[in-house]
């Protein structure tokens, strides 16, 4: 019955016996257990020794190593377990007082090669840091990988806060705190692309093609790569690099795992509520429902949620994950599911300072005069699902098929308060001061489906053929957004008594935006290895092709009226549509926000890989890639560029060298070239009403190109361990910045995105190591990168008897993203016989550009952001263990500056924010985030 319960080929047993005779105590019996294929370490795997009838064992360390310490004299029996391997043969010795210390090296055979008479199969401990390490040294190109098993112990619930720990990578945050977007090598999110299992997906985001990486969870993950160097049969739209996905596929085993927990956010365990609100039930605006040309009345709207708000003291979150795998049919048949559900509470508490549109030249040149004092509470509920599935079938040992299913959803319930004491209300009294009071209820719901038909193809003993055929859609939904103003003015009545008014300057705004953007494509290579010489060579030759389609809608309708509230009496007033008042049909602004786009793309690749002398490798070849866009607004007729057609066509070449100066140590070159196409949103001619200024876009926007340079060396000890030190240099043609234009008269202004910023250069370096002391470990990663960018910006001064007066100046600046400094810091404990893993995690960011300015010495800045994160799972059971994830320890906070002196500005105005501890700077920003807690168990058979 026993048999028959693990008829799954859960494992053999390897045993080595040796006989020795007794007599001292002072010997030692040492040595490492690698795979025989690969030589690399198996951590985990369990060493026994039997001696005299008594038994001890000790598990493989993370370096591969064993040690048994105190051997007596005399005959003893070794014996080595570990999932997944086969049977070898057995050894007996003996040891004796002249054996001070025996050692005793095991090479184990991967089981899986005996299972099955069938080429096509798959690999064993694909998600353990050895298999990624294997990767990572015989791939042709630079590329950091996260094993699963790694990002199991990570802090981390989802893909973009597991990005911050690879080399090189730091995460933009959202307004909980959360990661959100990636930035590689000081390179943006508009420069890196995003692939799961190698495959290119559509971005929900409403203007951009990046993807937001906070949707998916990291439990669903294989393994995490950031590609840094681009191969011609990859796109080559990432500049900064790409990052894959690589989801779990099918095991060669039954393998069944879950997970439950629950936590919480310590921002709502000190009296500070959760504001929680019931979303619109109106899915869609009035325009979408009547047509463009229907006049909206008040009472098209529901205030559901303004008026259905309530608090939640200490809300408790929850996840939940199950993957389920098995192979079928004499191994021929692999099927996988997996799914993930995550419902986290998190919010933020922020002070910001908000300068005028424009500054003043006195004190000093650009002085900022700061308008509005913003008190605000942010509480955020997301709600994550996630489940995706893979079946492969082998068809014989030449032919195998596989789909691959992905379904992301998440529902984002953003309640912001916002105090706003107008003119900071520094100079009246505190019965005499105006605060304009704003409440805004935000659900953004996004998803993203993936379908992929795979095929692997042995047409004969010198060619191999695969395809994709790919249908992805992604969508991203504002139903009903909410914001309601209003001004209370605290003064004294008749009587001498404090009375709040509420004025009938109240304002009521309802949003809706719709965003879907659909890929239907092909991918095809075809691989021919001959032999040239006495040398293996390989050409590959292949393409793609994607039609994408791209719809938008937006628009807002602003309400005035209101109610008013003065002396404890209350007095309705009618809310009357301020705008559209007369229909969407009327408003061109927000006609040009409405808008569908067709982008054909193809491309076309030739590549080669040779050895041309032994441990050299050389990979290279020439990516073409032609882009076809078509673009149309509702906007009238009449309008100018109201539609659009942009084409160009991009020449790619790339080349790789590899040299192996040892079976563990490589030296890497390359060169390849990309490109970054221009955001959706920032080539069709719309136009959005920003905090400070109206945002357009560019129908003449050029897309980005790039030379890329890397230099690396990488040395591979065994187990996880690794060094690598390398450097890169990235020379950008026509980057996309943000200008401020005229629009009309000299005093309207916007923001508009444009190449007018020369060329920029963007250069650093990477130093990552790790290394495994017994069962503790350390794990370090460094970058430095510098990049530089000069643009053109308005400067306002004033010279002494003259008026003021305005030009442009240049100023050489940052990317938008970059910080200097980059770093990981991790202590690992690992103990197989305690069954305990722990992780302290600490992430550094230094000093980064957060947001460009239109004047000259006003951009925004982040200080350096520092967190500390612990981890740690106990097994309970052989199948069943308890883990915990803390993020946020120290209560680190992001604060944004201005490089300016803060003892120019109005010292109350530096008093709202605390202490300005930097004379040559103004803090201007500060958000706080608190401790999040979460803590569950996992089963795993």
């Given amino acids: 019955m026993k048999h028959y319960y693990f008829r799954y080929r859960l494992l053999l047993f390897l045993a080595l016996s040796l006989l020795f005779s007794v007599n001292s105590i002072a010997q030692t019996i040492r040595g490492k257990v690698s795979d025989f294929k690969t030589g690399e370490p198996l951590v985990g795997a369990t060493v026994h020794l039997t001696q005299a009838g008594a038994s001890r064992f000790v598990a493989v360390s993370l370096n591969g190593s064993y040690s048994f310490k105190n051997v007596k004299n005399g005959a003893y029996q070794l014996q080595v377990n570990y999932v997944g391997y086969s049977t070898s043969q057995v050894y007996e010795g003996s040891i004796t007082s002249a054996d001070e210390t025996k050692t005793i090296n095991v090479s184990l055979q991967d089981a899986s090669q005996q299972m099955t008479e069938v080429k096509i199969t798959a690999s064993t401990g694909k998600e353990s840091d050895r298999a990624v390490r294997t990767i990572e040294k015989t791939s042709p190109m630079v590329l950091n990988i996260l094993s699963a098993n790694t990002i199991k112990l990570l802090p981390d619930v989802t893909v973009a806060n597991a990005l911050q720990r690879v080399s090189g990578v730091t995460i933009q945050r959202s307004a909980s705190g959360e990661g959100r977007y990636a930035i590689i090598r000081g390179m943006d999110q508009r420069y890196n692309s995003t692939l799961v299992n190698g495959i290119k997906i559509p971005s929900p985001d409403q203007q951009y093609r990046f993807v937001p990486m906070d949707l998916f969870p990291s439990e669903m993950l294989e393994r995490l790569e950031v590609i840094k160097a681009l191969t011609p049969n990859m796109e080559g739209d990432a500049i900064g690099g790409a990052m894959n996905l690589v989801m779990k596929s099918a095991p060669s085993h039954f393998t069944l795992s879950a997970n439950v927990s629950g936590g919480f956010s310590g921002l709502f365990s000190d009296g500070r509520l959760f504001n929680a609100f019931n979303a619109s039930p109106n899915k869609q605006s009035p325009a979408i429902v009547n047509g463009n040309s229907f006049a909206a009345t008040p009472a098209d709207f529901n205030n559901k949620a303004i008026t259905s708000g309530h608090s939640l003291n200490n809300p408790f979150s929850s996840t939940a994950g199950l993957t389920i795998g098995d192979r079928f049919a004499n191994n021929k048949l692999g099927v996988i599911v997996s799914a993930s559900y995550q419902n986290v509470y ?38 994550r699902v996630g489940i995706h599935n893979k079946i492969d079938y082998v068809i014989n040992d030449k032919n195998k098929l596989s789909l691959y299913n992905l379904y992301i959803h998440q529902d984002e319930s953003e309640a912001r308060f916002t105090a706003d004491t107008l003119g900071l209300g520094l100079n009246t009294t505190a019965l005499n001061k105006q605060i304009t009071i704003s409440n805004r209820s935000t659900l953004t719901q996004q998803s993203i489906y993936n379908s992929t038909l795979h095929g692997d193809h042995i047409l004969g003993k010198k060619f191999v053929f695969n395809w994709d ?27 001498g008594s404090v ?31 001959p032999k040239i010489g006495n040398r293996d060579v390989e050409f590959a030759v292949g393409g793609l092709y994607r039609h994408k389609t791209r719809d938008a809608d937006y628009i807002d309708y602003k309400l005035k009226g209101g109610l008013t509230y003065y002396n404890n009496n209350f007095n309705s007033l009618p809310f009357a549509i301020n705008t559209p008042a007369g229909g969407l049909g009327s408003n061109n602004d927000q006609l040009e926000n409405n808008y569908h786009i067709t982008e054909n793309d193809n491309a076309e690749y030739f590549q080669f890989k040779f050895n041309p002398v032994d441990k050299l490798q050389v990979l290279g070849g020439v ?14 007729i009449t309008v100018t560029e109201r539609s659009g057609n942009i084409k160009y066509t991009d020449v790619l070449p790339s080349i790789h060298f590899k040299y192996e100066l040892a079976d563990n140590q490589n030296i890497r070159a390359s060169y390849f070239a990309s490109i970054s196409r221009p955001g959706f949103g920032e080539i ?54 943000f200008f401020v234009v005229r629009d009309g008269g000299p005093s309207t202004q916007v923001i508009k995105p444009m190449n007018d910023a020369g060329n920029a250069t963007n250069y650093g370096v990477e130093l990552l190591a790790t290394k495994f002391f017994g069962v503790l470990g350390f794990s370090v990663n460094y970058t430095y990168t510098h990049s530089r960018i000069t643009t053109s910006k308005l400067l306002y001064q004033q010279s002494a008897g003259q008026s003021a007066s305005q030009s442009l100046v240049d100023e050489t600046r940052p990317l938008q993203g970059q910080a200097d400094n980059v770093g990981n810091a991790s202590i690992l404990f690992k103990s197989a016989k305690l069954g305990l ?81 930097i004379t040559s700077q103004t803090l201007v920003q500060s958000d706080f985030y608190k401790t999040f807690f979460l803590g569950g168990f996992r089963y795993k058979f």
Avoid: C
């Fill in 346 to 383: 998190r919010g933020s508490d922020s002070k910001q300072l908000t300068p005028n549109a424009q500054p003043t030249p006195v004190p000093l040149p650009n002085s900022p005069q700061f308008s509005d004092a913003y008190d605000r509470t942010y509480s955020t509920q997301t709600k």
């Fill in 469 to 495: 055929g790919v249908y992805s859609v992604a969508n991203r939904h504002v139903p009903d957004r909410t914001e309601f103003s209003y001004d209370a003015n605290k003064t004294l009545n008749t009587a």
């Fill in 499 to 529: 009375v709040t008014e509420y004025d009938n300057n109240t304002e009521l705004i309802h949003h809706w935006e719709n965003n879907r953007d659909r890929d239907l494509s092909g991918y095809a290579n075809l691989i021919f290895t």
């Fill in 623 to 636: 990516r073409v890639e032609n882009t076809d866009m078509s673009y149309a607004t509702q906007s009238p």
């Fill in 684 to 737: 069709v001619p719309y136009k959005i009403t920003g905090e400070y200024y109206d945002q357009e876009g560019n129908p003449h926007l050029k897309h980005i190109t790039a030379d890329n340079y890397d230099l690396r060396y990488e040395l591979f000890p065994g187990g996880a361990d690794q060094f690598l030190i390398g450097t890169f240099y990235k020379k950008i043609y026509n980057p996309i910045e």
């Fill in 837 to 917: 893993d722990m992780q302290a995690a600490f992430v550094y960011t230094g000093e980064r550009l957060f947001q460009v300015s239109p004047y000259y010495n006003l951009d925004f800045y982040q200080h350096a952001y520092n967190q500390l994160d612990f981890s740690f799972e106990k097994t309970i059971t052989k199948k069943l263990s308890f883990y915990g994830k803390i993020n946020n320890i120290t209560n680190a906070a992001a604060k944004i500056y201005l490089k300016y002196p803060h003892a120019q500005i109005d010292p109350k105005q530096q008093e709202f924010l605390g202490k300005q501890d």
